[in-house]
């Protein structure tokens, strides 16, 4: 199970420099065609992952 915790101003700076929400991103990890692969070097203090994937609105995004 992954747990997610959002910071509302890093969304609201997500969203004003990619276009992008939380909340879509967040689909992306449900996608059948998505790869996800541990993120080693920013692991250190938590276990972190690197997805890439098709979102709920059709975009190819790389969270």
Same mark, same amino acid.
């Given at each position: 199970?992954?747990?997610?915790i959002? @910071?509302? @101003?890093k +969304?609201i +700076?997500n969203?004003?420099r990619?276009g992008?929400s939380?909340? +879509?991103?967040? %689909?992306?990890?449900?996608g059948?065609? %998505?790869a %996800?692969? =541990? @993120?080693?070097?920013h =692991?250190?203090e938590?276990?972190?992952f690197?997805s890439? !994937?098709y =979102?709920?609105? !059709?975009?190819?995004?790389?969270?």
């Open positions: 199970m992954v747990e997610y959002w @910071d509302p @101003d +969304e +700076e969203v004003r990619h992008v939380f909340q +879509e991103a967040r %689909t992306v990890l449900r059948y065609l %998505t %996800t692969w =541990s @993120d080693e070097p =692991s250190a938590e276990p972190r690197k890439i !994937g =979102s709920d609105l !059709g975009r190819i995004l790389w969270w």
